[in-house]
């Protein structure tokens, strides 16, 4: 647990770097006749026409969703809309059926999990490229007469884990680079992983691997086994809060051939909904998710996972350091 003063301090510090690159970037690729900082650049622009347009925002009930549709409920007041508190609702069935029957306005989902859990695709039917994920639920979201917006920068999906000195040592950067050296790493994972193509299942079909052991574990304990040796690998979530929290223990390798389901973001609304807000909910949307990268979503999860610190404040502190709001 990440509770001393003295870690406090470094987040903050981290985040407020973070938020500053992405500021200093975003700003660097707006017009100059920009006023609402469509581009991702500038504070956003409240438009007084917005308020006669009230819309209720959702999110599933885990943290990182929680911070994601307070986020978007903030950035949608600041732009003048009138907004109820976002909903924590239950899993991706419940909140597909609250936007799907106008209960919410909308909420962040994850492309793969709407292509596999709405659309019945299968798991190695999912593009592992953002773009192209997106484009297959939109598709299908349509037609619902939904609508998804573009996907947020950063991927929240499975990937393979393990300690920086294990990496070091076997000179891992990349999951090719375990050929030739997994039959002598014991991997851990879900109970469902063998069956996964983001697992087990992906890691021996696509990759060629065969590990020396695969032990599946809860999914509370899969940093544990890392920490306590009883795994070399083990499979994470790019999104984890301890990637952030200690960044010089453990480390991701890069799904080089593009194996893993694309587990962008991406915001749904219905149809309806985004013609009556008209075009700035849709720019709101796009513009305060360009400065959503890995390294800041897995901290703003580390605040809220770790430190405690409320998903309304992290989403706040987000806004206003990107420059988003004042």
């Known amino acids: 647990m990440r509770t001393t003063t003295k870690r406090a301090r470094a987040s903050a510090a981290v985040l407020l770097a973070l938020f ?36 209720t925002i959702g999110s599933k009930n885990f943290p990182e969703q929680e911070i994601l549709g307070e986020i978007y409920a903030q950035a949608l007041k600041a732009a003048g809309y009138k907004v109820k508190s976002a909903l924590n609702l239950g899993s991706e069935t419940v909140a597909h059926k609250a936007v799907t029957s106008g209960q919410i306005s909308g909420y962040p989902e994850y492309a793969s999990t709407a292509l596999t859990s709405f659309f019945g695709l299968e ?10 994920a997106y484009e297959k639920a939109k598709a299908e979201f349509e037609k619902e007469d939904l609508t ?3 996907p947020t920068p950063f991927a929240s999906a499975n990937a393979v884990g393990t300690l920086k000195k294990t990496a070091e040592k076997e000179g891992l950067k990349t999951i090719s680079d375990l050929q030739g050296k997994s039959e002598n790493l014991s991997l851990d994972g879900s109970p469902e992983c063998r069956q996964r193509i983001d ?30 040796g009883q795994a070399d690998l ?27 389901p694309a587990g962008n973001v991406i ?16 720019r709101t949307i796009v ?17 809220v996972e770790l430190e405690k610190q409320s998903p309304a404040k992290a989403a706040a502190s987000y806004l206003k350091e990107a420059g988003y709001t004042g």
Do not use: M
Not at 205 to 217: A, D, M, N, Q, R
Not at 236 to 258: G, M, N, P, R, Y
């Open 234 to 260: 083990s499979i994470l979530f790019t999104t984890d809060a301890q990637l952030s929290a200690e960044k010089d223990k453990f480390v991701i390798l890069e799904d080089d051939k593009h194996v893993f």
């Open 287 to 303: 513009q305060v998710q360009k400065g959503l990268s890995l390294p800041v979503v897995q901290e703003l999860d580390a605040r």
């Open 20 to 55: 500053l690159s992405i500021g200093v970037a975003a700003c660097g690729s707006s017009n100059d006749d920009s006023t609402s900082g469509e581009e991702g650049g500038g504070a956003i622009v409240s438009n007084p026409a917005n308020g006669k347009v009230t819309l």
């Open 199 to 228: 697992c087990l299942a992906g890691l021996e079909k696509y990759y060629g691997l065969k590990f020396k052991s695969f032990t599946p574990v809860d999914i509370g304990l899969r940093y544990k086994v890392l920490e306590t």
């Open 148 to 150: 998804a917006f573009p």
């Open 123 to 132: 798991p190695e039917e999912v593009p592992a490229d953002a773009q192209e």
């Open 267 to 282: 915001f749904v609304s219905k149809q309806s909904t985004v013609e009556k807000a008209g075009p700035d909910y849709e």
